[in-house]
């Protein structure tokens, strides 16, 4: 982790700002500023002055030494971006630069860049008298935590961070580089979008940024971080003019539309740059470098794979329609009760994180009765679906914790597609290969349990603890149906003898144990000593068909 000391030597370089104002945001403005400060030479011009001297050119080591003056005057020039002016620009309204947030993400003095001397080549519009050495994005690879990660880092002080043809090369390249050595790639955006000077070559390039996503999916970890404005063309104008909407940047596309439970589309959101970066290398922490599954991160034990739990055996209500929260069970079973979420904010009926058993990463998903009673609906199976897909793709086993009263009824959900969305999940689940383990700790009705998880999804293994009711729907609800209303009280309590408890899931093997929940930390943890070799047999197939 980063020290305190380091944080403040970088925010001192700021003008003493605080970095206070929320920068993980997906502006969707046009903000391409193609202009650079007016006190820092371009290459263009200090080349012309370099080769204008006939006794240069005729004397190879005034050649030489007149080479080396350039080169040290273009790398100090890539160095200051778009110049001092922009830079306090930059730190006027609390960011820091693509540099300053390099040196926060990597360990120290680890940093190496990459192609700091490009420069664009369009002559349009006075582009060609405007040339900025790196233009405009920062590229390299360093360590985090010990480890190879690469890097681009787009700069706002220069060409408002857009993206042209050299610019995006230069990302390219990087991740061409990422994928070659099975390392992480990490981009830092802080952009006003397509550079408009340079016409289709930026379109261009971003259609190749995105081919090279889809390369790297599932091979390995890509990581975006959105610092400022990483806009596209429907920004509030534009909104405005075709639907005659009002709307700000922030309700359009800023942390609390992206981060929350409106789109989703972000993952977390931190108040500031110094915030995000810490956040990022400790989420590396627990990602492997690549689709290797030698590559999972191993950290020294430090909690008792043994450790029994005895605040398990009262966490969850007798009552099966009281709520309790769900983070609660799984920090108590994981290692030092250490969790990494993922989406916090959004669909917060369903938990994913990330967390570690005996040392080793471990996906863990967990329905949240303390919303929405834990059901799942749309956003939930979205969000689990891809959760484990991810998991999945890098060798991250997954455990499941269950207490789900079913999927969320409703004409909102029927018509926004429960049936498809929900599909997913089940789909993700039944394609992982990874060993896949399955608490029930109170309730696992219907469609619902078939999905998280089950045995039948060929899940590794799958336990109840003696509390857990597994039927296709709650006692009240089934007595009405199959009674018709008649003898309810005695009907109910019959039902419950019968199906309030995991007796006849046990009895059919859809669940292998009933155990005391104390001795869940336990028994997962000898599980996952198990299934270190677990080995599958997958049917060929050119790729499967996700309900998308």
């Not at 993206?163 to 061409?176: P, Q, R, S």
């Not at 309730?443 to 603890?465: C, I, P, R, T």
Request: some cysteine.
């Amino acid at each position: 982790m980063l020290s305190i000391s380091r944080s403040v030597s970088i925010l001192q370089r700021c003008s003493n700002r605080c970095v206070s104002a929320l920068n993980i945001r997906s502006f969707s403005a046009a903000c391409n500023d193609s202009s650079h400060d007016e006190n820092t030479p371009t290459t263009h011009e200090t080349r012309h002055h370099l080769l204008q001297s006939d006794t240069i050119l005729n004397d190879p080591s005034t050649t030489k030494r007149a080479f080396r003056s350039l080169l040290s005057d273009t790398k100090a020039s890539s160095l200051l971006g778009g110049g001092a002016a922009r830079i306090e620009k930059q730190h006027a309204k609390g960011s820091l630069t693509a540099r300053e947030r390099i040196d926060l993400l990597f360990d120290n003095e680890s940093f190496r860049e990459v192609d700091g001397l490009v420069v664009h080549r369009c002559e349009d519009f006075g582009m060609g008298d405007n040339r900025v050495p790196g233009d405009g994005v920062v590229v390299g690879h360093g360590l985090i935590n010990g480890r190879r990660v690469y890097c681009f880092a787009q700069d706002f002080t220069a060409y408002g961070g857009s993206l042209g043809e050299a610019h995006a090369k230069k990302i390219g390249k990087i991740m061409d580089m990422a994928l070659r050595v099975g390392a992480p790639v990490i981009g830092l955006n802080d952009s006003g979008g397509a550079r408009i000077q340079e016409g289709t070559d930026s379109l261009a390039g971003y259609a190749d940024i995105f081919q090279r996503n889809v390369d790297a999916s599932g091979v390995i970890p890509q990581i975006s971080v959105i610092m400022g404005p990483c806009a596209g063309g429907a920004g509030p104008e534009v909104v405005k003019t075709v639907t005659n909407e009002t709307v700000s940047k922030e309700e359009l596309g800023g942390a609390s539309v992206h981060a929350s439970g409106k789109s989703g589309v972000a993952h977390g959101s931190y108040p500031n740059d110094v915030a995000a970066l810490r956040a990022m290398r400790t989420l590396l922490d627990y990602l492997p470098s690549s689709n290797d599954e030698t590559s999972l991160p191993q950290r020294p034990v430090t909690d008792d794979p043994n450790r029994l739990v005895p605040t398990l055996d009262q966490l969850v209500p007798d009552d099966p329609n009281q709520p309790y929260d769900m983070r609660d069970i799984i920090r108590e079973v994981v290692d030092n009760g250490t969790l990494f979420e993922i989406q916090p904010e959004y669909a917060q009926n369903i938990v994913t994180a990330f967390g570690r058993m005996e040392g080793r990463t471990v996906g863990v998903v967990g329905n949240n009765p303390m919303t929405l009673a834990g059901c799942l609906d749309i956003q939930s199976s979205e969000k689990a679906a891809r959760f484990v897909r991810f998991c999945d793709a890098f060798n991250i086993p997954i455990l499941t914790f269950v207490d789900v009263p079913g999927f969320l009824p409703g004409t909102g959900q029927e018509h926004g597609g429960i049936i498809r969305c929900g599909a997913k999940l089940l789909f993700a689940y039944a394609q992982a290969t990874v060993p896949k383990i399955t608490v029930i700790s109170r309730k696992a009705y219907g469609g619902a349990y078939d999905v998280m998880a089950s045995k039948h999804l060929k899940g590794d293994a799958n336990y109840a603890w003696p509390g857990a009711e597994i039927a296709v729907m709650g006692a009240k609800g089934a007595v009405e149906i199959i009674f018709r209303g008649q003898d309810v009280e005695k009907n109910t309590a019959e039902y419950r003898d019968r199906f309030a408890n995991p007796m006849v899931a046990a009895q059919r093997g859809f669940i292998d144990d009933v155990i005391e929940p104390r001795d869940t930390r336990r028994i997962i943890c000898d599980d996952l000593r198990l299934l270190r070799n677990k080995k599958m047999h997958t049917i060929p197939r050119k790729h499967s068909n996700i309900p998308l």
